[in-house]
Each structure stands twice: as C-alpha cells, then as structure tokens.
C-alpha cells in the first residue's frame, strides 16, 4: 500500500476541529445518557463513549463523494461525518425535526448528505451495505466505508462481503472496532485464531492501528482509503478500543476485567487528544478547555431545542414509493 | 414438588426460565444456546442462573444466526433437543432457510421415521420503543411454511406450560415472547399445556375476538369498556399459531357470529387473513360481520408519538368495534 | 424499434432476457449479477448472452446470497438498479434479512427522500420433479412485509413488461417466475405494464378465479371444461400480488359474488387467505360462496405420482367447483 | 495430528471390497444417467462420476457411530455409507421402495441407518447439519463428516460453522471435494485467495489430498477423524478432484479448459483403483474384471426390480409429527 503521511498534513485549525468532534461525540453520549434516564430518549440506545478516535480519525481523510455505513452505535459515526448534532438528537428524542422525523430512532439513523447510508440495527447489514456501495462506486475514485465490531466478524455477512468484495476488486475499507466485547462477550471466546487472520486469507491488505489515538487511526485509514481508491479493491483496518458504557440500556456489565476500564480510561482517546494538541500544536490548557466549552455549549442549545421541538403527527403512510 | 398448582405469582420471564430449567432437568437430551444467554443470563434477563446450573449444556455462542440454527438442527436430527435464543425476532430472517429447508422437511422425508424436535425462543413485538428492526413480528415469515409449530404465550402460566410442551414436541417450534410482556406477572403451574388449543379466556355473545400474545390483554382491556355499553366480547387466546384450534374459533362464531382479529402485525398477509378465511370456508352461514384489526402496511415507527398511534391497543380496539354497523347504536 | 407490437411468439424466458436488455440498454445504472448468470447465462438459459453484450454490468457471483442481496441493497441506495439472480426461490430466506430489514426499510426511514430500487428474480414453483427444496413458493415468506413489491407473471407478454416496469420501480421488487412457464410461447409487446393491475384473462358470471403465474393456465384450462356445463368462469391474473389490485377483485366479485382462490402453494397462510380476508372485509353483502384450492399443509414430494397429485392442476379445479353446492346441480 | 498409517491396514479383502463401491458408484451414475435420458428419473441430478476415491475412502475409516452429511452431489456418498443401491436408485425413479418412499429424490436422501443425516440442497446445508451433528457427538468419541464443494466455502454457512466448531471444539471432520468448478463457474474466478487459508484462519488443523487416490484420501481422512475423535476439535480436509459430467441435467459444459477432462481422465480414480489392485495385492486383470462384473450384475438387477416396483399412493399426510 501506498504510505500517506497523514498526520503531517494537519495543521491546527484543522486539528482542534478533529477534536472538537472527539469532544462532541463524548457529551453527546453523556447527554443521551442521561436524557434515556430522564425518559426523555427511548428503547435502547448504544454509546459511543471511548471509541470516538476512530469515527474521527476516518472521518477526517474521507473524500466527500465517499459513502458511510455505520452500526446501531452510529452516533459518533454520524457526527464525525457531520450529521448536525440537533437533528441526530431530535431523532432520539423522536421529534418531527429528527434526521429521519422520528421514524428510525437511535438504531437506524441514515443521513444521505453526510454521506452515512445507514446505521444497521442487524449485525453485519453494515458490511453488506457498504459492500453494495462499493459496487455502485466502483470506478469513480470514491470508497465506502464499512463500521463494525469484533462480534461481527464471526458472522455470514462478514465473510461472503470480504470474499466478494475482493473477487470483484471493489472500493471498500472494512474498519473493525474492536472493543474487546460483542454485548457481554469477550471475544476471544466466541472468535477462532485471530480476527486479521480472516481478511488476510482472502488476500485483503490488513492493518492494525490504536483506536484510541487519532493519529494512529488516521494514517491508517489514510493508507487504506488510498489503497481502494486507486482501484486495487479493498482493505481492512482493525482497530483496538474499549467502550466505556454499558453495551446497551440493559447491560449487567460483569463481564468486564477488573481493572481493564481504568487502564484503558487512562489512555482515553480524548486525553490523548489533549496531549497532541498541548504537544504537538502547542496549544495551552485554556485552549483546549476553551474547545471543551464550545461543544458542551452547542449541545446544551441542543438539547433544549430538541426538548422543545415536536413530535411528529402520526397519519397515514404510503407502503410504496409513488412512481 | 410438593404442590401442582401455587398462588404465587411470577413474572412472564421467570416463567419461561422455570420452564427451561425443568425441561433441562428432567431431560438431559435437552441443551439450550444462544447469544449472551448463558454466562450474561440474555439480554432480557430471562436466563440467568441456567449456565450455573447447568454448565455442559447451556453455553454461548458466536453471533453467528445461520450456525445456530443449523447446529440446532443437525443436532436435533442426531438424538438432542436443542432449545436456542435467537435474541430478537427480527434476526430470524437469518435463521428461516435452516428451519424451513432442512427442520420443517425431515419429518416428511424420512416418512415419520425421526424428525427434528427443535424450539427457537424469540423476543417479538413492538412497543418498547426499540424501532423498525428490533420490534417485528416474524411471523408471517413463517406462517405460510408446512411443519414448523408457531407459540404464542400471553400470560406467564402459558408461556410455562406451553414452553414444556414445545421442547417436548418432535417437530421444530417457534416460541415468539412478546418482549412487552417479560414483565407480566400471573400465577404458574407445573402443566404442560397441549400445543394447538386456544383458550376462551372471556366468555361474551356478542362478538368474537380472536388474538394472541399482548393482543389477550388489551382484548380484555377493551371488552370492559365494552360490556359497559352492553357488549359482551368473547375473546379467544390462540396460544398457538400453528396448529390453529380452528375448533375453538368456529364453536364461538357459531355463538356470536361476529369475528374480529387483532393483531400485532401488518395487516396484509398476516395470520389475521388465515382466521378470517376459516371463517368464510367453515362458517358461512352464521357469518354476520367478520373484520380485522392490525398495525399499518408500513415499518414499525420509533417516535413515541408515532408507536402508540400504530399499533393495536385497547382504545383501538374500542374504536373498531363501535365502528362496525352492527354496533354502531351503542356507540 | 420499429414495431410496437409483434405478433412473433417467443418464449418466456426470452422475454425476461429481452426486458434485461432493453432496460440495461436504456439505462446505464441498471445492473445484473448473481449465481452463474454472466457467462454461462444462467440455468434455465434466461440471461444468455447479456454478459457478451453488456460485460461491465453484468456479473457472475460466488455462491453468497447474503452478500448478493445485501450488495444489491447497498448498491441500490447509492444510486444503481440493481437486479439479481437468486437461483431457485428456496434460497430466498438467505436474502430475506436484508430484503426485509433494510430494503424494504428504506423508503419509509428516509421520510421518501429515497429508496432502495431493486430486483430479485428467482425462479419457483413445483412440477418440474425438482423435490422439496427446488420447488417452492417462497411467496408467504414475504407477502406480509410491507414494502416489498411482488410480481407474479404468466404469460411472455406480462413476463417483459413487468419486469421492465419492476426495473423501474423506486421500490425493492421480487421477481418471481415459475419453471414450468419458462418455455411458454406467447406474443410480446413492448409496452411496460405497470405493477398493481391484476387483468381479467376470461370473462365469466358465474364464478371468479383469482390465480397467478402457472395457476391461470390451469384455470383457463378449466374454465373451458366448466364452460360445457354452462358454468362461465371469470379468471382474474393478479399479475401482481403486492400491490394487490382490489379494485379488479371486487368488482369481478360484484358480478359474480363466488370466489375461487388458485395459489400453488400450502394452503395455510398463503396469499389465498389474503384474497379471502379481502371478500369478506369488503364484498360481504354480494358473498354467496368462497374457497380455496392449494396444495396440502405439506413438503413438495419428488415422485411424479405424488407430485402430481399434489398439484392443483385443471382436473382438480374443475373437481372442486363442480364439489360446491351452488354448482352441484351440474356435476 | 496423530500420524494413521491407515493405507498399511487395508487387507486384500477389504481393498477389494472398497474398489468395488468406486466401481459401483461410477456404474450406479451412469445408469442414472441413462434412466434420466429416458424419463425414468426426474427433475436433476448431480452425478458423482470422477469423485469416488472421496466418498469411498472417507468412508473406509469411519466408525459405526459416525454421522454423515452429504450434499444434492450425494449418490456417491450414499452407496460408500452402505445405502443399499436398490433402494438409492428407487428412490430416484420416485418409487414406493425408495429409501424416502420418493418423496425426496437425488437431492434431498437421508438414510440414518447407514448414518447418513441427509443429502443438502442448498449449499452449506450439509456444513450446518455436521456442525450439529457434532454438537451432539461431542464427547461421545465420534464423529460428523461434512461434505460440501469448492464453490461452497464462499458461503456464510461455511465460515460461521468452521468459527462455531471450533470455538465449541466439536468433534467434525469438514470434507472440501475440490473439483475446480461451482457450477459453471472456475472456482478461482469467485474465490479470494487459497481455500485451506480459510480453515487455517480458524486454527482448524487443516490437510490437502489427492482426491483420485483412495489411499491418499483415506490416509487423510483417517488423520483428521482421529483428531476429532480424540476430543481436539474439527479438522478440514481438502481434496482436489474432478466431476466428469455436468454440474447437472441442464449444463452447458462450455466451461471446462482444453484438455482438462482428458487429463483427469488419465487419473481416473478407477484406474488408480485397478492399479492398486494388481501392484499392491497382486491381483490378475481377471480378479479386477470379475470384482466390475460383480458391480454390474448387481446394478442390472437393481435397475429391473426398480422399474417393476410400485409408486407410491398419494394421499393425507400429517404435517406434524403427532405425540
Ligand atoms: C444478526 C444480529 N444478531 C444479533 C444481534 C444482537 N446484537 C447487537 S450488537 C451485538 C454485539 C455486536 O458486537 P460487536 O460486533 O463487537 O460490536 P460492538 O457492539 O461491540 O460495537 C449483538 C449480538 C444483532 N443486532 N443482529
Ligand atoms: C444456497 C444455495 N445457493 C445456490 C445453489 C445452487 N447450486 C447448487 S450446486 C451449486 C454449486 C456448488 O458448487 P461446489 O460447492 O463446488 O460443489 P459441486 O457441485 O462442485 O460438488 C450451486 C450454486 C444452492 N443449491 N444453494
Ligand atoms: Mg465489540
Ligand atoms: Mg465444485
């Protein structure tokens, strides 16, 4: 593969947005928590938290004619494509004003603008979509991009895209988020040999970067993306993270080594991304905090805007797409 | 067990644990898998404690639908009784060619010589706010397939007996939980309750109601509130889909003559449509009106606001029976 | 071209593969793939020749019908048209995941902003002594899934121009062709026929059969014999069987006020029922009589003497109205 | 895995007796063959001519208790598991006496004394069902065999089923009869990378074979049951071999390369066979004749009483079993 030296195209400006993002995503999360506490956000909501490097990281080398399909924990995903905060908000709180008006919920969110084709409520319906995009992109120099978790590579879907992905050479990335669990398992126990093993038998190039430093994800996805992009198929990228919240509302969260959410919480994806903005782009604690305050600020304008937005009217609905 | 029958109430999904955990005890050809469901108990809870007490048995598995439900088959053909979790009804379209092309056939090819006596446990349903693709009914994807066995408990007594019942059936068994009622509470007792009878659980001259699963409660919400106005419902609880107690249907049409089937799923090309065909091919004669009540032609909406509107609760029920011509004067 | 009409026979199969070209012809978004459908051109010889003629978008597969019909989607929402083959209908609960959970989805998630227009075609239907698993109706599968579209032709003529019109169509459509039409003459047209118009293939009073695919050329074979007992059958094609065109339905049934219901395929939940459900919620005052005729609750048997038994061909139609009372004065 | 010398076991008898089923089995094809051109059997079939050396020498180390899962391609399996020829070949001429009674015919046969589970007509069906199998094997010290092609290890099934085995360590043998075509379609056109790639990914102990040679296969065969037998897991088998005939009643056959048929032809398992026979046990031609001759007028009576038995009645049949 070709070797893009990603980070050293980033200057600060662009870099403080990246984090930003990082930034938004984790309070989005927290007031999504919060609001299902409140009653405010319904069913079942999956977080993000800990992994927001990765959406980032990704999101900040894609071409804006490549496409995006993401899983039931797509809000970073969304926000780092750039799916507005409020709309993705108001789609959990189920207002008219919500991406998809209150239709889809937390679990399906799709946002064509921002270039996410869907988030897949079914395991595995993330590859295949993205799959079906590589074929449609096929050609034009633009790439789909594939979400999904450790706990997805064990399934059907998984393995016949990679297998026609490849036979047919076309343009994806197959990002793997491995956050060491599929719900409550670990995947070691349900996952046999190593999961880049399985993209390597089909000959796909493969990488493994840290998922909880943006740099790190961004100079391989950059390579990755460069790779499918320059018509050579596709390739697979697994990251290794940690979610820090529970899988889903109703998580037991005994699973959970002890002492693995403490090791990883200090090598948090966002204070990492404070120490590259002090060390690297020499910005002070000011500035960071300065970054933090502007997130927190924009989503807590959200959030009361989406408190007081409506519900959509139900009425009838056309089964069919009119001709 | 000392006593048959107990006063004590449980809830739905303490039922169904019951169930599992007497049916693994007293057959130790019975093993139960799935996702999650033995060291986390499921995801809704329903069973915890079966892997500490039986840990050869009941394991986890990989995500992985078409492996489980193949597995359960190709077990069930070799002398286990597999009982498997496929966590959301919605994820059985990755379970139906197993089931369909291989559980539902062997019985028929093998010309009654063996069969594949599987259950698939599933939580169905709408109305806990989880969206289009974690609250579908997957029935009708079933419905229509000669030699599976669809059950469909309301009360957790049922969904105890019945549950025994299914895993003790030679034929491959969907067992649907309708996620809303996991938390029911009602009295159990040790009976296996036959699968393919439908239960009158309201007696009424006026009207036959014909539903299944949370359709039974809100059926009886509704027929209080009609008995107000003189309407007296029968409300026939299927239990089981597949075989359909066409016996019980059509003794209570013969008495009110006036059928109506709610159900939670879409309205074209559910089991609604089957119950209304039975009654025009075997009741004709005593036919005076015959309608149904079920969710709109499209997905399932997330918003609350677009949820409750959808789907078929008391007050709609209510509504459709004033609705009808022949009750419009009590309205 | 030059005629708009023709009255060349051609064969079925030669229809499909005619309305795949013109359309691959006219639009360069559409796209053809599935399981040796490129250069051998399939295993009915349907699509021979489109590969030479198009071999950029017309493509053979490994055998995965996860990743076809998920690719078809996936390709569908950026902006293509894909259609695919799934070999043989039986497959399809392989595809049904992501027919249902996504395709079918999409149009109501994005608020009619966009959709997912593709096409399934696959081949169905019993008789060809392929057994169980090569042989069925995957029809009730899919027939309570709202947004999906379903097309059912029986002649060459409807073959060509539906599928063109289910090329065109915003919405996910499942194709469906019966093994025994395949070399079926006919004269074609080029008209596109639109999708939800059911067509009346005989006029009648006395009775109307609503059929589909194989099942009208039975009925037309039938009609004719009840015809020399002075028993006029009305044959409705549904063509289409979602959409299902009930206008059509019921103002034949206004003329006639009996329904037979022709479906190859089980008798319990099959769309018949639908049709049924149908007469009774809206044609109840005109209803004198209403049955179906299907196959039995069973797996498809390979034998040819079972299987065609099993069939419900022209004998058997003719058997079961001359069983009714209303037409038992004629037998 | 523990080295079988398994070849060094095969008495003169025994050979013999494995030579005849090869023998069989091709004579049994092609009558099939014939009776379809004649309208005796029905629908498609999917010959087994050219594969033998696979099905019969898998067999020849099976134990009583082992279970079998075939493919539509299983007439061949069927015959080496001991499914007497008579009641294989009513069975495809749909008669009464057929070992399903006709109601399954070629694709669809199972015959659970002869511990064959069933033929599968859907790929990766036969996959799904050993898995199964050893679920309920397991610790038993038996073990489930799985057949299934090239063109079948692209399928969801295969891979979901390899991961699941091994994760449960289930003692399943999977057989890959690589006969270089799904269909009509060369199985590097839809196959990304080498098959044995895909079982090593799952850390399944995995050998090659040649698939034309009873011994070889059989040496192999016994290896990977062994494995399995003793409680380490499954074990993959793939072995390279040839179908003569079409995929079925309606191939093209334009498929195939210049000179391929005939170049297997020249290591037509048969052939190989008699080889075996003279150098290894010192057999005459005459022996080797007299062992064909046996096969043929075995097959020749089949062939009379199956066109003389009766069809079966239609009639009610239960959808369910009853209590
Ligand atoms: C086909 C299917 N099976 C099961 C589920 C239930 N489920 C939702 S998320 C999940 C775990 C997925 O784990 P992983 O791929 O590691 O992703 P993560 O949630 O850790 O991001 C499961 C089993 C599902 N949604 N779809
Ligand atoms: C799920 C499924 N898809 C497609 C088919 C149609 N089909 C039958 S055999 C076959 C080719 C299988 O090739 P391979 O696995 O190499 O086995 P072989 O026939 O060569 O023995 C195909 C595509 C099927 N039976 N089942
Ligand atoms: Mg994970
Ligand atoms: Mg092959």
Redesign the interface.
């Known amino acids: 593969m070709v070797r893009v030296a990603a980070d050293l195209q980033l200057d600060r400006t662009t870099y403080e947005s990246l984090y930003r993002t990082m930034v938004l995503i984790r309070k989005f999360e927290e007031m999504v928590q919060d609001l299902f506490e409140r009653g405010h956000v ?3 909501t999956h977080l993000y938290s800990g992994q927001e490097a990765v959406a980032v990281g990704v999101a900040s080398v894609l071409g804006p004619q490549d ?1 995006v ?1 993401a899983t039931y924990r797509g809000h970073g995903h969304a926000l780092a494509l750039g799916v507005p905060p409020q709309q993705l908000l108001d ?1 959990m709180l ?2 008219k004003t ?1 991406i ?9 969110v ?1 946002d ?1 603008e921002h270039r996410l ?2 988030c ?6 993330s ?11 096929k050609g034009t120099g633009n790439v ?1 991009v594939a979400y999904f978790g450790d ?2 590579t ?11 992905a ?3 050479e076309l343009p994806v990335v197959y990002v793997c988020e491995n956050n060491l669990y ?4 670990p995947w070691e ?6 999961i880049e ?2 993209p ?5 190039p493969v990488q493994r970067a840290d998922g909880n430093d943006l740099f790190a994800v961004r100079d391989a996805a950059a390579r990755a993306l460069d790779h499918a992009r320059s018509g050579n198929g596709p390739a697979f990228l697994e990251v290794m993270t940690y979610r820090y919240v529970g899988h ?1 509302r ?1 998580d ?1 969260g ?2 959970r080594k002890p002492g693995e959410l403490d090791a990883w919480r200090k090598r948090d994806p966002l204070l990492i991304g404070r120490q590259a903005l002090r060390e690297r782009y020499d910005a002070s604690d000011e500035d960071v905090d300065r970054i933090v305050e502007s997130a927190r600020v924009e989503l807590v304008a959200a959030r009361e805007a989406g408190l007081a937005a409506p ?4 009425g ?6 009119p ?1 | 067990m000392l006593m048959s029958t107990t006063t004590v109430e449980i809830e739905f999904r303490t039922a169904i644990r019951d169930a599992l955990a007497e049916e693994l005890e007293r057959d130790s050809r019975v093993i139960f898998f799935g996702e999650d469901v033995a060291k986390a108990g499921g995801v809704f809870a329903v069973t915890k404690g079966l892997y500490e007490r039986f840990p050869d048995r009941v394991f986890d598995t990989p995500i992985s639908e078409l492996a489980i439900t193949g597995a359960a088959f190709g077990a069930a053909v070799c002398g286990k009784r597999p009982v498997i979790e496929i966590m959301f009804g919605d994820f059985l379209g990755l379970s139906l060619d197993s089931l369909v092309n291989q559980a539902a056939k062997y019985w028929y090819f093998t010309q009654g010589q063996t069969s594949a006596p599987l259950v698939v446990r599933s939580a169905v349903g709408a109305g806990g706010r989880f969206g289009a693709i974690h609250s579908q009914m997957p029935i009708s994807w079933f419905f229509g397939v000669p030699g599976l066995k669809i059950v469909c408990p309301a009360t957790p007594a049922d969904a105890k007996g019945l549950l025994k019942a299914a895993i003790r059936d030679d034929n491959p068994v969907l067992f649907f939980e309708h996620k809303k009622l996991y938390s029911l509470k009602g009295p159990v007792h040790d009976e296996v309750i036959p699968l393919g009878q439908a239960a009158i659980v309201r007696p009424g001259r006026d009207l036959t109601m014909v539903t299944a699963m949370k359709g039974v409660h809100d059926c009886l919400a509704a027929a209080e509130r009609l008995a107000e106005r003189g309407i007296e419902a029968e409300i026939v609880d299927l239990r089981t889909l597949k075989p359909l107690d066409r016996v019980t249907i059509l003794a209570s049409l013969r008495k009110t003559n006036r059928l109506m089937v709610v159900e939670e799923g879409p309205r074209t090309g559910g089991w609604a449509g089957e119950v209304m065909a039975i009654f025009v091919e075997e009741g004709l004669d005593d036919l005076d009106d015959a309608w149904r009540l079920c969710t709109p032609d499209h997905p399932i909406p997330y918003s609350p606001a677009l949820e409750d509107a959808f789907l078929p609760g008391a007050d709609a029920i209510v509504r459709s029976v004033l609705d009808r011509p022949s009750f419009a004067h009590t309205a």
């Not at chain 1, 897949?120 to 319906?125: K, Q, R, S, W, Y």
């Not at chain 1, 126990?189 to 190593?194: N, S, W």
């Open positions: 319904h069913g079942t496409r399909a789609e189920g207002r919500g998809c008006g209150g239709r889809a919920g937390s679990m399906n799709i064509l084709i869907g897949f409520g079914i395991v595995g319906g590859i295949a979509a993205a799959t079906g995009a590589g074929l449609a992109l789909a706990g997805t064990n399934h059907g879907y998984f393995f016949e895209c990679l297998n026609f490849k036979v047919l599929g719900e409550f398992t126990d349900v996952t046999a040999g190593r093993a399985r390597e038998a089909f000959e796909l889903s109703s037991p005994k699973y519900f959509p009217e139900p009838p609905v056309d089964e069919f797409k001709a």
